[in-house]
Nanobody, 121 residues
C-alpha cells in the first residue's frame, strides 16, 4: 500500500506564511498526480492545488497568486507554499496522491492524515 506523511501545519497570523510537505512511500508504481485539499469546519473538502505528473498545475481561485504547489519526484514529495495567509484559509489540509501500485491495478486516491492550519486575524 501507499503511506502519506504530512508535516508543516500550525498557527500563523494573517499575512504570514507556512509550507506544507507530504512524503509518499510504499508500493508506488506510478504517480499520476499529487495535490492538496482542505476542509474547514462545517464545509465540504475542497481542492486547493493539484499537480498532475503530465504537466501543469491547478489552483482553487481563492488561493491563486498566494499558494504554490511543487513536487520533488526523486523523493515522491509534494509541497504547498502558502503566503499571504488569511483567516478563511483556516482548515485541515489533506495531501492527496493518485497513483498505481502495480501495472495491473488501476490508479486510485490515497490520503494523508491531515494537518491543521490556523490563521489568526
Amino acid at each position: 500500500q501507499v503511506q502519506l506523511v504530512e508535516s508543516g501545519g500550525g498557527l500563523v497570523q494573517a499575512g504570514g506564511s507556512l509550507r506544507l510537505s507530504c512524503a509518499a512511500s510504499g508500493s508506488i508504481f506510478r504517480i499520476n498526480a499529487m495535490g492538496w485539499y482542505r476542509q474547514a469546519p462545517g464545509k465540504q473538502r475542497e481542492l486547493v492545488a493539484l499537480m498532475p505528473s503530465s504537466s501543469g498545475t491547478n489552483y482553487a481561485d481563492s488561493v491563486k497568486g498566494r499558494f504554490t504547489i511543487s513536487r520533488d519526484n526523486t523523493k515522491n514529495t509534494v509541497y504547498l507554499q502558502m503566503n499571504s495567509l488569511k483567516p478563511e484559509d483556516t482548515a485541515v489540509y489533506y495531501c492527496n496522491v493518485y497513483c498505481r501500485t502495480s501495472a495491473i491495478f488501476p490508479a486510485r486516491d490515497y490520503w494523508g492524515q491531515g494537518t491543521q492550519v490556523t490563521v489568526s486575524s
